[in-house]
């Protein structure tokens, strides 16, 4: 192929990918502690066990600092603990499950938790969200998708919700300077646990397009991540199903945004491997838990080709045929918080 005919194919893939939002086959926790201001565990042994989770799991899980009561309170973070249960504070959910901790068995359940986590994250998704939030005439506007991995019957939501790091507000135990991390500010929606997706039976790979806004004075000099919680409905409880954040919220224009959304691509040459090949990726953004792997045809991992941080513009991996042992189809598979790419090549 000739170089000008690569380089237009490059643009072609890019301007499809740039526009369409991808999103990420892969299971994360939902942590939320129920607590408030002036509730003196949720600032000694609660704040300590928060904190030590956080640094723990925090490339596997989104967590919540979900103040029901007191002067950090949002009606989101009352109505989803309510719905999770529990009358004291503080209380630690994975899911809508009450992990029961206390100061006596802190470190215990740490261990707990974080082995349930990384559980979680080896499942297959039953689905999951994915968006880019934009800032821009005094709200952020975020356009989202969720897409169904599984087949799956009952009823769906999808809720957004703004959380802010390094909030610098009083906490009993702590004082007028505490540092507050992951505070659940306010839902997108009237309704604490968004909008409704689906309540048919859905098959795998069906995806649904929904909207949200926010009015929100302004983004500069706060730490903001936008998350979405998808929700499935049993009886009158909420079921967390997957969770998916960005902390980058774009103040271009929507139409502007599209046009020069940053590009990520992966090429492997060749792709028809008779010893060895070279994998190409193109990042836009640094990713700090990205891995490259080479899937069987029934999705059971062959090998691992990189585990770790990969520095945005292009990395080089190579691979050889002697990783695999034998000829067959496979595909070369790079995951990371951001981003998700596959291709396919075949061994001879």
């Known amino acids: 192929m000739k170089k000008q005919s690569f380089t237009l194919l490059l643009a072609v893939l890019f301007l499809v990918k740039g526009i369409a939002q991808q999103v990420e086959q892969q299971q994360r926790s939902l942590v ?11 600032g000694t042994w609660g704040w300590s066990f928060f904190k030590n989770a956080l640094e723990d799991n925090g490339d596997k899980a989104i967590f919540l600092a979900a103040h029901y009561d007191g002067t950090l309170k949002v009606q989101a973070a009352t109505d989803i603990t309510n719905n999770f249960g529990g009358v004291s504070q503080p209380r630690f959910y994975l899911g809508e499950i009450d992990q029961s901790v206390s100061s006596g068995n802190a470190n215990a359940k740490l261990t707990a938790l974080k082995e349930q986590i990384d559980a979680n994250f080896d499942q297959t998704p039953v689905a999951n969200s994915g968006f880019q939030p934009i800032f821009a005439d005094g709200e952020i506007k975020v356009d989202a998708k969720v897409k169904f991995f599984q087949a799956a019957q009952g009823e769906y939501h999808l809720g957004i919700y703004l959380v802010e790091d390094n909030v610098t507000a009083n906490q009993t135990g702590i004082g007028a300077n505490a540092v507050h991390q992951k ?50 409905k049993e009886g009158t409880k ?15 224009p929507l139409s502007d945004f599209k046009e020069k959304q940053p590009e990520n691509i992966m090429i492997v040459a060749p792709n028809i491997i008779l010893n060895s090949a070279v994998i190409s990726i193109e990042l836009a953004l640094d990713q700090q838990d990205a891995t490259v792997e080479m899937l069987d045809l029934n999705g059971r991992l062959v090998a691992t ?10 990395q080089l991996v190579r691979f050889d045929k002697g990783l695999v042992g034998g000829s067959g189809t496979y595909f070369i598979k790079l995951k990371s918080r951001g981003v998700e790419l596959l291709e396919k090549v075949v061994i001879l």
């Not at 939320?32 to 949720?42: D, I, P």
């Not at 659940?184 to 604490?192: G, M, V």
Request: glycine letters at 8%; hydrophobic letters at 35%; one cysteine or more.
């Open 32 to 42: 939320t502690k129920r607590t408030a201001a002036w509730c003196v565990n949720c």
């Open 183 to 232: 505070l659940l500010r306010a839902s997108f929606t009237t309704n604490s646990f968004g909008q409704l997706v689906s309540n048919t039976d859905v098959t795998a790979g069906q995806e649904f397009n929904l909207n949200y806004s926010l009015s929100l004075d302004e983004i500069v000099g706060h730490e903001y991540e936008v998350i979405g919680i998808i929700w499935k």
């Open 238 to 252: 909420y079921i967390p199903v997957n969770v998916w954040g960005t902390n980058e919220i774009s103040t271009e």
């Open 305 to 314: 080709l990189h585990k770790g941080a990969m520095k945005k513009g292009q």
